[in-house]
Nanobody
Framework: QAQLVESGGGLVQAGDSLRLSCAAS????????MGWFRQAPGKEREFAAA???????YYAPSLKGRFTISRISDNNTVYLQMNSLKPEDTAVYYC????????????????????WGQGTQVTVSS
């Protein structure tokens, strides 16, 4: 089992930046990718970004250019740097880890992740 803990959420104003962190612990050796998803009130959970064990990164088209996913392998931490935040970015952001190998954008799909964090709230005021 692996455990994921997100942090870094909060209330910011439009145009601000925020960096989310996801710390993984437990059985982390078999994680082939980690991703960030978000869920706004009344909406379905949606893919934001993912990073494979190769270092390849993938983004939702609407977020590419504003969001950057990165990792520090030594301490099993993944970050999501969010710039130029907009009110529509308001959501609960979830970190997830996958123990399966998929190609490219296969990690866009939430069911392909085995472990999930509890989520961190990001609120962007206008």
């Amino acid at each position: 089992q692996a455990q994921l803990v997100e942090s870094g959420g909060g209330l910011v104003q439009a145009g601000d930046s925020l960096r989310l962190s996801c710390a993984a612990s437990g059985r982390t050796s078999g994680m082939y990718a980690m991703g960030w998803f978000r869920q706004a009130p009344g909406k379905e959970r949606e893919f934001a970004a993912a990073i494979r064990w190769t270092g390849d990164t993938y983004y939702a088209p609407s977020l590419k250019g504003r969001f950057t996913i990165s990792r520090i392998s030594d301490n099993n931490t993944v970050y999501l740097q969010m710039n130029s935040l907009k009110p529509e970015d308001t959501a609960v952001y979830y970190c997830a880890a996958s123990s399966q190998v998929y190609s490219g954008f296969g990690y866009r799909d939430a069911p392909r992740y085995d472990y999930w964090g509890q989520g961190t709230q990001v609120t962007v005021s206008s």
